[in-house]
C-alpha cells in the first residue's frame, strides 16, 4: 500500500498509509483463493466471512463488501489499521504459504473507507425490538463490539462512556496517524444510526454504581472498561517534570489534542530528546508521536533485545522508517533533575539474555559496572498497564483475581454478580483491540442468551 | 445538563462560584470529593474540588479563582450557560467521624473546599474552631458560611485589614498551645498546607491536608496526579484528594504544579488579544 514518505510523515499527524485506489483493492482481492474451509477465518477473533467480503470487492460491489464485513465486525475499518493481522486472518492465509499472503487487511480497510467516503450510508438492518435494556461500561472496542452485536438482535443498548468523545482507547490511546479520529467518530456513528444511546462523562463506579443501573431497569451490564491504572518502574526520580506514563503522554495528545495547543487549551511537553521506556504498541505509538511534536532525538529503550520487541511487525518498521533509534538490552536505573525538578537525564545499565524466564523469553540480567547516562528531557513510562480499581471497588460482589482484574467465564466472559459480563483488558490486562472485540462478541452472544431465554 | 443556574463573583471578582445543574452528582457526592469541568469541546480538564452540593434542587457548586485561560473561559459563562463536560463525583470522600476537637485552616479558595467538610465534622459532634486566612480582607470568602459551619471562627489577613493581623499558623500555633486537638484540616494554598503540616507535626496531631495537582482524566488512567506520600507515589485523583499532611512531599507538588508555566502564559495571553480583539470589533 502506497505511504507517505518517512522524512515527511514524522513530522505531521497525517495517516500514515494512504490506502488502496478501487483498482488495486480488485487486483489485491483476486489472489484469494476462496477456499472451502477458510483459514483465515479460523485466526480471526470476530469470525469475520473473509472470503465472502472479498468476493464482493473482486465483483465491484464494495457496498456489498462493507454488508459483510458488518455482519461480524462492527469496526472494520478500525480493525483493517489496527489489528496484527500478521499472526491472524493473513498469517493463516493459504496463498501466505509460498507468497504473499492476501492483504486482507488492507482490503478490509478499504471496503470501510470506501463505504465511509462514497457509500449509501446504510446501516445493517436490527432485528424486532426485545424490550431488554443493556448498559456497556466503556466505549472502547470491546463495548462497542458488544453494542453492535446486541442492537442487531434487537436489544436497546445504552453505552457508558467516562471521557467526553465515546471510542476509548480508540480516541484517547492510538494516534491520530495511525487511526484518523474521524474515522472512530463515523463507527460510532454509525452504532448511533442503529439505536444506541451514548452517555459521555459518565463514570460508573462514580456516577452510579451497577446495583443502581440494574434499579433503573437495566437487564444486563458489560464491563469493557480497559485496563487503565498505568504502571511506572518505581526508580528513584521518577516524579521529575517531563516523565510521563504513556496514557497521559497519548491522552493529551490524542484526545485532547495537545499537538494542536494553543488552539486547543490542553499543553503537552515537546521534548527534545525523547526516551520511550518499553516497546509494545504503545511505545511505538508514544516515539512516533513525540518525533512529531518536533523532536530531535527519539530512542526506544528496552531491558531485552530486537528479537522480544512486543510491538507488531510494521509498528517497528515505521518506527525506525522515522529515525526512532532501538537502544536495547538496556535498562534505565534511576532519573536526574535540576532544581526546579525538570528532568534532565537518566542512568542506564547495561543488559545481557541470560536463561529463559516464566514468559519463555530469555531473562535480561544487568552487567555489572556498566553504568552509562543519556541526556534526555522528556521520557514516556510505556511499560503496560494494571486494572483500574475505580468501578470494581464499587461493586465489590465482583470477583477478582489477585492482580484486580475481572474473572471473566474464558468462554462466555460472564462474572461472578448475575447479570454481569465482562471482557477486553479489564479481564485479559493490557491486550489488543481486536481480542478485546473477540471478547465482546462472545460476551453479546452469552448476553442475548440470557436476555431471551433467561436463566 | 451542567448549566450554570447561579453565579457569584467574590474577592473582587477574582474569585467565581457556580451552581451548576447535576441531579446525579448531587445525590452520590460527599465532603472531600471533587468534579471535573471543561468549558468547551477545546478546553482543558479542570479538576475542582465541590464546595456545597444540594440533592433535592439536584445542584452542586463549584468556587474557584480566575488564574490561567481555562478559568478565564470559566469566568464567561453566564447563568443559563452550559459547560461542556462536567464529570462526578471522583476521588475518596472525607472520612468523617466524631474525634472531639478539631480545628480547621482554610486559605483562599481552599476555604470553598473546606465548607463541607468543617460541616459534616460538626454535624458528627465535633468542636470545630476554623481559622481563615487571605491576603486582605476584600478576598476573604465565605465568612458567614464558614461561621455557621465552626464552633468557633478566626479569620488572619497578612495585612491586618481585618481579623487577626498575620498568617494562620500564627493562630494554629497558639490553639495547639492552649488545647488538646485531636485533629487538625488544612486546605489551601501549598505553603499554607506545607507549614501547617509542620507544625502540628511537632505536637503530633494528626493532619490532613487535600490536594491540587495537576490531572486530565480524574479516574486513575493518567499518573499525571502522581504526589509523593510517605515516599511512596499516590495518584491524587483516585488515592486521593486528601493525604497525611505529615507526609507530603509539598515542595515536589509544588514544583509539578509548575510544569506548564510556560505554556500557560501563551495561553492565557492569547485569549486576552483574542477578546480585546472581539471587543473591538463588537
Known sequence: ?455 | MAKIIAREEMAQGTIILNEIEAPRISQKAKPGQFVILQADEKGERVPLTMADTNPDKGTITIIYMVVGKSTARFKDLQVGDEYFALIGPLGKPTHIEKVGKVVCVGGGTGIAVLHPITRALKAAGNDVTTILGARTYDLLIMEEKMKAASTTLHICTDDGSYGHHGFVTNVLKDVLEKEKINLVVAIGPIPMMKFCSLITKEKNVPTFVSLNPIMVDGTGMCGCCRVSVGGTTKFACVDGPEFDGHKVDFDELAKRLASYLEDEKKSLEAYKNCKALKNRLD
Open chain 1, 1 to 455: 500500500m502506497p505511504e507517505q514518505d518517512p522524512d515527511v510523515r514524522r513530522r505531521n499527524f497525517e495517516e500514515v498509509p494512504l490506502g488502496l485506489t478501487p483498482e488495486m483493492a480488485m487486483k489485491e482481492a483476486s489472489r484469494c483463493l476462496q477456499c472451502k474451509k477458510p483459514a483465515c477465518m479460523e485466526g480471526c477473533p470476530v469470525s469475520v466471512d473473509i472470503p465472502g467480503f472479498i468476493s464482493k470487492i473482486v465483483a465491484n460491489d464494495f457496498s456489498g463488501a462493507i454488508s459483510k464485513l458488518w455482519e461480524r465486525n462492527a469496526l472494520p475499518a478500525v480493525c483493517g489499521r489496527v489489528c496484527p493481522q500478521e499472526a491472524q486472518c493473513e498469517g493463516r492465509c493459504i496463498v501466505g504459504k509460498k507468497d504473499a499472503p492476501v492483504a486482507i487487511g488492507y482490503l478490509e480497510r478499504f471496503a470501510a473507507d470506501y463505504e465511509r467516503k462514497k457509500g449509501t450510508g446504510e446501516v445493517p438492518a436490527v432485528a424486532q425490538k426485545t424490550g431488554k435494556k443493556v448498559a456497556v461500561i466503556g466505549s472502547g472496542p470491546s463495548g462497542l463490539t458488544v453494542a453492535g452485536d446486541l442492537l442487531l438482535k434487537g436489544h436497546d443498548v445504552t453505552i457508558f462512556e467516562a471521557f467526553h468523545k465515546a471510542g476509548g482507547v480508540l480516541v484517547y490511546g492510538i494516534p491520530e496517524f495511525r487511526l484518523p479520529k474521524e474515522i472512530v467518530a463515523s463507527e460510532v456513528a454509525a452504532l448511533v444510526k442503529m439505536g444506541a444511546r451514548i452517555e459521555t462523562n459518565f463514570v460508573v463506579g462514580a456516577s452510579v454504581t451497577i446495583d443502581e443501573l440494574f434499579a433503573e431497569g437495566y437487564d444486563a451490564v458489560y464491563i469493557g472498561v480497559g485496563a487503565g491504572l498505568p504502571r511506572f518502574m518505581n526508580l528513584p526520580g521518577e516524579n521529575f517534570i517531563g516523565i510521563y506514563s504513556a496514557n497521559e503522554y497519548l491522552t493529551r495528545t490524542n484526545l485532547m489534542k495537545g499537538y494542536l495547543f494553543p488552539e486547543y487549551d490542553t499543553p503537552i511537553a515537546r521534548g527534545k530528546n525523547v526516551v520511550v521506556l518499553g516497546a509494545g504498541n504503545v511505545a511505538m505509538d508514544s516515539a512516533r508521536t513525540a518525533m512529531r511534536l518536533g523532536a530531535d532525538t527519539v530512542k526506544i529503550v528496552y531491558r531485552r533485545s530486537r528479537e522480544e520487541m512486543p510491538a507488531r511487525a510494521e509498528e517497528l518498521h515505521h518506527a525506525e522508517q522515522e529515525k526512532i533509534e532501538f537502544v536495547l538490552l538496556t535498562n534505565p536505573i534511576r532519573f536526574f533533575g535540576d532544581a526546579s525538578g525538570r528532568l534532565k537525564g537518566m542512568e542506564c545499565l547495561k543488559m545481557e539474555l541470560g536463561e529463559p524466564d516464566a514468559s519463555g523469553r530469555r531473562r535480561p540480567v544487568p552487567i555489572e559496572g556498566s553504568e552509562f547516562t543519556i541526556d534526555c528531557d522528556l521520557v514516556v513510562v510505556s511499560v503496560g498497564s494494571n486494572a483500574n480499581p475505580l468501578l470494581t471497588n464499587s461493586t465489590p460482589d465482583i470477583a477478582l483475581t489477585r492482580w484486580g482484574n475481572i474473572i471473566g467465564d474464558p468462554v462466555t466472559g460472564k462474572t461472578s454478580k448475575r447479570g454481569v459480563w465482562a471482557g477486553g483488558d479489564i479481564v485479559t490486562g493490557a491486550a489488543t483491540v481486536i481480542l478485546a472485540m473477540g471478547a465482546g462478541r462472545a460476551a453479546a452472544n452469552s448476553m442475548h442468551d440470557y436476555l431471551t431465554l433467561g436463566w
